[in-house]
C-alpha cells in the first residue's frame, strides 16, 4: 500500500482490511499493531487490488521493521477505519489473488495469483493490497496448479538465492561439489534439493545441537550428500572426491573460515547473509595461494536488473515445477491462520515475529 498510485477515498464503495503496520521502525514485538485499513473496491486506472493468499516472516521483514535493512517500509498515508496515518505495512513476500483491476491494466485477469515485484513496494501482512500494476508479477496458473498458496507465497526469497548462486558463480559440472554453512536454513534446504538435478554434490555444516540426529535425516531425505557439524569440519578431507567449486555462507565468522578453506583452488565463496553478524576474514594464503574468490549475493539487488526478466521467469517456471512433480518441498514453516478481529489478529501477528521461538512462520489468508 503506497501513496503514489493507488488512491484510498471514503466516499467509494471500500474493503475494509486488516494489516500488520508500524509507525516507526523498532523492534517487532513493540512497534507492530493490528488495524484495519480502507481500500477502494473500484481500482484507480493502474490499480491492482488483491486479497492476499500466503505471506510468511522472513529475516529480513524483521531487519526492515527495525529500520536496519537497505530497503526501508513503505511509510504513507494509510486511511485507516480510525483516521489517516502515517505507517508502512509489514512484510514483503507473499502471494495474493486479483479481485479487480483499473481500466488502464492490461496482463493481468481477476483470479490471477500474482507476487510483489520488489521489496519495499507495498506490504504484504495483510489481507487486501490496492497496487499499482507495475509492483506484481503474475504467476500463471499452469505453473501453480495444485501447488498450495504457500509454495509460489514462499519463492521470491530463499529457494531463487539457491537457484541464482548455483548458476552464477561458476560453471558447475556434475561430480563437483558446493559446500554451505546454515545448512538448515531456507536457503541450504533449496540449495541441497537444487544441486541435485545437475548432478552436484553438497556438503552442509550446521550448528551442533540436542536434535542433530534428527536434522541430519531431514538434510539427507531433501537429497545432501554429507552433513557435518561446523566443530568436525577438518575431519571432512578424506570424504570429499571432487572439486569445492563453491561456498555459500550465511553465518560469517570463525566457521566460514573453516568452510572457506575446504574451497577448491580457484573456487568462490558467496556470502548472502550474516546471521552470526561477524565479519568474513580471509587469510592471505587463500588468496594468494589458492586463489579463492569472494562474492556477495543479494537477492533483492538482482531483481533491480530489468534485463533479468527472461531468467525470472524460467527461474519461477522450473522451481514450481519440481515442486508440482514433488522433488522439490518448502522449509518447514509453522501456519498462522489469519483470522479474527483486530485484537485477534494483534495476538497472532505478535507469536509470528518472535523468531527466539525456532519456529519460521508463514500468515494463511484461507
Known amino acids: 500500500m503506497r501513496s503514489t498510485g493507488p488512491v484510498y477515498m471514503r466516499n467509494m464503495s ?11 521502525p523498532g523492534s517487532p514485538q513493540q512497534v507492530l499493531e493490528a488495524t484495519e485499513v480502507l481500500l477502494s473496491s473500484s481500482p484507480p486506472p493502474t490499480g491492482v487490488l488483491i486479497k492476499m493468499l500466503a505471506a510468511p516472516v522472513n ?38 489473488k486479483v479481485l479487480a483491476l483499473g481500466s488502464s491494466v492490461s496482463g493481468l485477469q481477476i483470479g490471477d495469483w500474482v ?18 500494476q507495475t509492483h506484481v508479477s503474475a504467476v500463471p496458473s499452469e505453473w501453480h496448479a495444485g501447488l498450495n498458496p504457500l509454495h509460489v507465497g514462499m519463492l521470491k526469497v530463499n529457494p531463487c538465492t539457491a537457484y541464482r548462486m548455483l548458476r552464477d558463480f561458476a560453471d558447475l559440472r556434475q561430480g563437483d561439489y558446493v559446500i ?13 534439493q537444487l544441486a541435485k538435478p545437475l548432478g552436484v554434490h553438497t556438503i552442509n555444516v ?12 531431514e538434510l539427507l531425505a531433501l537429497g545432501a550428500d554429507i552433513v557435518v557439524k561446523d566443530k568436525d569440519l577438518a575431519q571432512l578431507k578424506g570424504q570429499i572426491n571432487g572439486p569445492v567449486r563453491l561456498g555459500f555462507n550465511c553465518v560469517g565468522g570463525r566457521m566460514t573460515l573453516a568452510m572457506t578453506k575446504l574451497i577448491s583452488s580457484g573456487g568462490t565463496l558467496v556470502t548472502y547473509g550474516g546471521m552470526s553478524r561477524q565479519p568474513v576474514t580471509l ?6 595461494f589458492k586463489d579463492i574468490c569472494a562474492r556477495g549475493f543479494w537477492m533483492n539487488r538482482w531483481y533491480l536488473d530489468a534485463s533479468h526478466e527472461a531468467k525470472m521467469q524460467d527461474m519461477w517456471r522450473n522451481i514450481l515445477r519440481m515442486a508440482r ?3 522439490f518441498v518448502q522449509q518447514p514453516v509453522k501456519s498462522v491462520q489469519w483470522t479474527g478481529g483486530v485484537s485477534e489478529v494483534h495476538d497472532l501477528i505478535k507469536g509470528a515475529v518472535n523468531w527466539e521461538s ?3 512462520h508463514a500468515f494463511v489468508f484461507e
Open 358 to 360: 525456532g519456529d519460521k
Open 59 to 96: 529475516p529480513s521483514d524483521l531487519n526492515q521493521i527495525e529500520g536496519t535493512y537497505p530497503v526501508k517500509g513503505n511509510f504513507s498515508s494509510l486511511p485507516l477505519t480510525a483516521g489517516p496515518a502515517m505507517a508502512a505495512v509489514g512484510g514483503n513476500e507473499g502471494v495474493g
Open 180 to 192: 554451505q554453512n546454515g545448512a538448515n536454513s531456507g536457503v541450504g534446504r533449496s540449495v541441497i
Open 115 to 132: 507476487v510483489p515485484r520488489r521489496s519495499g513496494q507495498f506490504g504484504t501482512w495483510c489481507t487486501h493490497a490496492l497496487v499499482d
Open 283 to 288: 587469510p592471505t594464503s587463500l588468496l594468494l
Open 325 to 327: 512433480e514433488g522433488s
Open 14 to 24: 471500500t474493503v475494509r482490511a486488516q494489516a500488520a503496520i508500524y509507525r516507526e
Open 206 to 217: 550446521v550448528r551442533d545441537r540436542p536434535n542433530y540426529n534428527q536434522l541430519e535425516s
